[in-house]
Structures are given as structure tokens and as C-alpha cells.
């Protein structure tokens, strides 16, 4: 069962969702030591990241990964590597560890491979998942279409990062498994504009996963996915 969060603003949403987010990092820091953020990228996290960024955090404890990542190196512009360098590892968060899936000079299976070997270290669950959505019905990097979908969105998959290549995703993805994101203690999925309610109105209803794989977390997440949403 999903909730679903409703502000005024964009940015009432970003300090809610950064309230919501340092809550669950401040919780993990006292109970463990340590603490683990996964972010989407594309378009939609900048403000967010920008207040999230100025949070008097543990920050020097807290792992910072990406949720799926483009396969471009972090100078592109399309980098999600280069958004959050940009948007969130800075100012107090400066002191954040980033883990992130890109890997030049090798293949995107590779760069899979060599990104799930680098973040298996980080302890499972993640504390804070924070999923996008594109107006296709795509998170993380499970588009309609992928090669490698059924894979992905299957909960018995290990969980680590996979390749993915899709007609609506540009280059090639790569992106963590179902597995990983779905038991997060805190998994939220952030979306904004109208455009994008009525995707998710969509999603809600009836209709395969595979055409809408945002529905994989709307409906067999194993953490209840907790929405934020501003016009
Ligand atoms: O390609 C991607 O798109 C989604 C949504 O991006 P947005 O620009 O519509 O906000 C994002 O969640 C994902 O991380 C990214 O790789």
C-alpha cells in the first residue's frame, strides 16, 4: 500500500522529503554507525538534493549510491554521476563516500559487475531509497521494453547492479535489481507535475508490470512506498 504526499510547492516538497530522508540517516548513524542513500537521477532530484545538501548530517558515515545510472562518463551532461556531484555532494554533505556504477574503459556488463562487487559492501538494506519515475512508467532504469526486465523486477534476482538497454532509454543503464531497492527502510518515490500524477494515476490501476514497471514498487515492495508529490 502506497501513501502518498501531496505539497503545495516544489520546494515544501524538498524539505519534507529531506526531513523525511535525514530522520532515517540520523536513526541509522545512532543504531549502526553508519548510513546508505541510493538516489535517482534525471531531471526531477535537483532542488531536493540542494536542500539535502545543506542538512547538518553525519555525512562522514553516510554512503551515497545511485539507484540506476546512465552509461556515460560523469563529465556528460546526462550523468547522473554528474547530478548529484553537482546537487547534492556538496556543502555539508561534502563529506558524504559516493559509490557510484559508471566505470570507464569498460564494457556496461563490466562496469555491472565491477559496481555490484563495490557496493556489496555497503550493508543491506539500504536505509534511504529515493525512486524517480519517467512518464512512461520507467523507475530506477526497468523501462518498458528493456532486455533485461523480467530479470530486473524479479524478486528472486541477487541483488546487485545489471545492464539495461531499452528504445525509450538512450544508452545503455545501469541499474540496481529489484531486489536491492525493495526492502529499503525508507523508499520513496519522488515525482513532480501534473504529467506525472496522472502517470502514477495509471499505474495504480489495473495493467501488466512489464508495461509500467513502476508498478513492481507500487505493488510488491516489501517497505510500503511512501509518494511525494508537488504540482
Ligand atoms: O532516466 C532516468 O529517468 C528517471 C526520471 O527522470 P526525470 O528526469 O523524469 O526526473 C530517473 O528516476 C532515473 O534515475 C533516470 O536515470
New binding site residues.
Partial sequence: MAHIHSYETRLALAEALADAVSETLNAAVAERGAASLAV??????KLFFDVLSKRVLPWDRITVTL????FVPPESDRS?HQLVATHLLKDKAADANFVPLFHADKTAEEAATIASQETCGIDEPFDVVI?????DG????FFPGGDNLAEALDAASTRGVMTMRAQG?GEP?LTFTFSALRDARLLALHIEGAEKKQVLDTALGDGPEEDMPIRAALRRAQTPLTIFWAP
Fill in positions: 535517482s537521477g534525471g531531471s526531477t532530484p539507484v540506476d545510472e546512465r547522473n525512486l524517480g519515475m519517467g512518464t520507467h523507475t530506477a532504469s532509454a543503464r
